[in-house]
């Protein structure tokens, strides 16, 4: 079943941040949000995971309409939220350590194998570089056994060659890690390799400008290379919207 927000508008402390928001997020698909700075893409993350209520309009998921704090969502917020007194492999298991729920050590061996942090299970958090902070935080994601994902620029901050190295981790995961995915980022270029489908918004107070279906048959940097034409004409309708906005990209 998807995640459907209809006709979502919010307003906070009188400024409006949200205005008419109306998209679909079809079940097994991965969607980005693109925006210009302050749009309110975290915003539209943080209706979901019920933190923040619309001012009128409607969120849903699974046919059931969202109306509080829920656990149908792993949520990744934009900081890592590591706890820094607690070892790599205790951070990515917080999930089952909080319900109770037994630990499969031996999942967990293989993702951390997969991730290339099995060296580093018993370190802190501090002992490791930013990009595989990033990384231990994207696989607590992964280990949550939510059927929705819900990432707020999990790459934020990372250099260029880091960056480029877990967006192809994170399309290279296994098709049982996969789950439906919304994505917020402010790399065009990342939304264009990563997504089945982009929403543009505009600036604030955001509504949806333009919705992007990608299928290409193979997904890879080749490909990524031919999308030059669309990362322009992404980049031109956030900067005309910034302008009419009077706001500077
Ligand atoms: N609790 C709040 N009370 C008042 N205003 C808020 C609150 N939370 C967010 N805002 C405002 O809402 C706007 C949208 O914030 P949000 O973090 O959703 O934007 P964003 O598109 O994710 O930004 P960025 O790309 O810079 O991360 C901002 O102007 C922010 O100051």
């Known amino acids: 079943m998807p995640i459907t927000l209809q006709n979502v508008s919010l307003?906070?402390?009188k400024l409006d941040i949200l205005n008419d928001v109306t998209a679909t997020i079809a079940d097994g698909s991965f969607v980005s949000l693109i925006a210009p700075s302050g749009a309110g893409k975290s915003t539209i993350l943080k209706l979901l995971t019920g933190l923040l209520t619309p001012s009128t309009g409607s969120l849903a998921v699974e046919g059931q309409p969202?109306?509080?704090l829920n656990t149908t969502f792993s949520y990744l917020p934009q900081e890592d939220m590591l706890f820094p007194w607690y070892t790599i492999d205790q951070n990515i298991t917080l999930y089952q350590r909080i319900n109770h729920q037994p630990?499969?050590?031996e999942r967990v061996t293989e993702l951390l194998t997969l991730c290339g942090l099995l060296p580093y299970r018993k370190f802190l958090p501090h002992q490791l570089s930013g990009g595989m902070r990033q990384r231990v935080a994207l696989l607590g994601t992964m280990l949550n056994p939510a059927d929705y994902r819900?990432?707020?620029e999990p790459f934020g901050a990372l250099d260029a060659m880091t960056r480029g190295l877990m967006q192809d981790w994170?399309?290279?995961l296994p098709a049982e890690l996969k789950r439906t995915t919304l994505l917020v980022?402010?790399?065009i270029e990342e939304a264009i390799y990563l997504s089945d489908r982009i929403l543009v918004l505009s600036a604030r107070p955001a509504h949806v400008v333009q919705d992007i279906a990608l299928t290409p048959i193979t997904r890879d940097r080749a490909w990524l290379a031919t999308q030059a034409p669309l990362k322009a004409e992404i980049f031109e309708l956030l900067r005309a919207d910034c302008l009419a906005a009077g706001e500077q990209l």
């Open 150 to 152: 819900l990432l707020d």
């Open 66 to 68: 969202i109306t509080g």
């Open 170 to 172: 994170l399309l290279g």
């Open 185 to 187: 980022t402010h790399d």
């Open 11 to 13: 307003t906070l402390d």
């Open 103 to 105: 630990v499969d050590q």
